[in-house]
């Protein structure tokens, strides 16, 4: 069983920055793939970014050049720098992770991040 617990989301004014921060815990897990969702009011959860175990990234085309996604493999933590933020990038944002001790899918509880004036 995997924990995931977010921090770092807020209210910032457009153009911002933010950067929100996801830790794994609990015990016989070997974490693979982590990454970052968001689920705007209205819309389906969508892929922000992923990070391999090896540092492989990928992004949608939304965030590319704007956002980054990082990890600390020895904290199992993953980071998402977001920056030039812009209102349309409003949404609750979940972590989520691939646990290959038991083949499983893990979320956390959601941030929010709100991009307003």
């Known amino acids: 069983q995997v924990q995931l617990v977010e921090s770092g989301g807020g209210l910032v004014q457009p153009g911002g920055s933010l950067r929100l921060s996801c830790a794994a815990s609990?015990?016989?897990?070997?974490?693979?793939?982590m990454g970052w969702y968001r689920q705007a009011p209205g819309k389906q959860r969508e892929l922000v970014a992923t990070?391999?175990?090896?540092?492989?990234?990928n992004y949608a085309d939304s965030v590319q050049g704007r956002f980054t996604i990082s990890r600390d493999n020895a904290k199992n933590t993953v980071y998402l720098q977001m920056n030039s933020l812009k209102p349309e990038d409003t949404a609750v944002y979940y972590c989520?992770?691939?646990?290959?001790?038991?083949?499983?899918?893990?979320w956390g509880q959601g941030t929010q991040v709100t991009v307003s004036s």
């Open positions: 609990g015990r016989g897990f070997s974490i693979g793939v």
């Open positions: 990070i391999s175990s090896g540092g492989s990234t």
């Open positions: 989520s992770t691939y646990d290959r001790y038991s083949s499983s899918v893990y």
